[in-house]
């Protein structure tokens, strides 16, 4: 069925009325009443299955169907197809077979974290995180990404005021403030850690370089206990306010071509993985 059509609902009789569900929802999309979530048909519902991912009943559904597997279940697929390959990679040190299923558990159970305990990150973390975006692969190998590291609660504060007299002072993305208002800070959820890369823009194609690195970054993070969440809205924000680039020190020439929020996950935790809403169409040749 199209992914559109398809939408989340609550099994009643699984949910206990926990909430943990709309504690999780990016976008306060899901809110209780008389004891049991339900969708704000007034929120765009991203179909991020965080709210499946954390539910300890397994209660929420999508498109009827369970919205979410364990970790363990895709362990045990994970790395099935070594039968007909091999593991390991070429000229260097092979790779167990437990590593690959451990992998592929890793990389499908990354996910965004938007609420930290609000301590900096440990500074080795980030700088054994930056050592390895350093091998990401980039255009001509120009590797033109640089890194913009806040990691201090007041900092992270005084980034967060200068977008927020930004959107008042010029209107764009209303969503912030209103949400901000409400308690939900979907620029930079409760991080303390952003993590922001910059290129000059003439190089060969700095989005696409900046994104892998950062990619790296937080797979590494998230391996080491560090939740991360991309950071869009910070990316655009600190491109288009003159006070902003000024504070965050862009040196010329150069623009933001991406974020992380990052921080020791707090009041957050993904229980299961959830099902793939969307996939890719694939076309054989
Ligand atoms: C380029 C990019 C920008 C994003 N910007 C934001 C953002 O500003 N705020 C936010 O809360 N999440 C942001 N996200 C996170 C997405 O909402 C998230 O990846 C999506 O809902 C899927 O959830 P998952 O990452 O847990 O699978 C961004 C993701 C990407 C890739
Ligand atoms: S997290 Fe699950 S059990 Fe808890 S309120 Fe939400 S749907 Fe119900
Ligand atoms: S799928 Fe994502 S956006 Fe939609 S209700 Fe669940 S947590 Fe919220």
Excluded at 138 to 144: E, T
Excluded at 186 to 198: C, F, K, N, R
Aim: proline share 6%; glycine share 8%; charged share 20%.
């Amino acid at each position: 069925m199209n992914h559109t059509h398809r939408t989340l609902s609550v099994d009643s009789n699984a949910c206990i009325g926990c909430g943990i569900c709309t504690s999780v929802c990016p976008f306060g999309v899901l809110i209780m009443e008389e004891g049991r979530p339900r969708l704000d048909p007034d929120k765009h519902c991203l179909k991020c299955l965080h709210c499946a991912a954390a539910c300890p009943r397994e209660a929420i559904l999508f498109g009827g169907e369970r919205a979410s597997v364990a970790a363990a279940e895709l362990a045990e697929t994970a790395g099935s197809s070594e039968a007909a390959g091999r593991t390991g990679r070429a000229g260097l040190t092979g790779l167990s077979p437990e590593f690959v299923s451990q992998l592929a558990v890793h990389l499908s159970g990354r996910r965004s974290y938007r609420h930290f305990t609000g301590d900096p990150v440990d500074r080795r973390l980030l700088e054994e995180a930056a050592a390895l975006a350093d091998f990401a692969p980039s255009a001509k190998n120009q590797h033109p990404a640089g890194w913009i590291i806040v990691n201090s609660r007041e900092k992270a504060r005084e980034i967060m005021e200068l977008v927020l007299s930004y959107v008042r002072e010029t209107g764009v993305s209303p969503e912030i403030l209103s949400e901000y208002e409400s308690g939900n800070n979907v620029v930079m959820g409760t991080a303390s850690t952003l993590i922001l890369g910059y290129c000059r823009d003439t190089a060969v194609n700095p989005p696409v370089d900046t994104a892998l690195a950062l990619s790296v970054m937080e797979l590494y993070l998230q391996a080491r206990g560090v939740g991360t969440c991309w950071a869009g809205y910070l990316t655009r924000l600190a491109n288009a306010s003159p006070d902003l680039r000024r504070l965050l020190n862009l040196p010329e020439g150069s623009l933001f071509y991406g974020a992380l929020m990052a921080g020791y996950p707090s009041e957050e935790s993904y229980l299961r993985v959830p099902v793939r809403t969307k996939p890719a169409p694939v076309t054989w040749l």
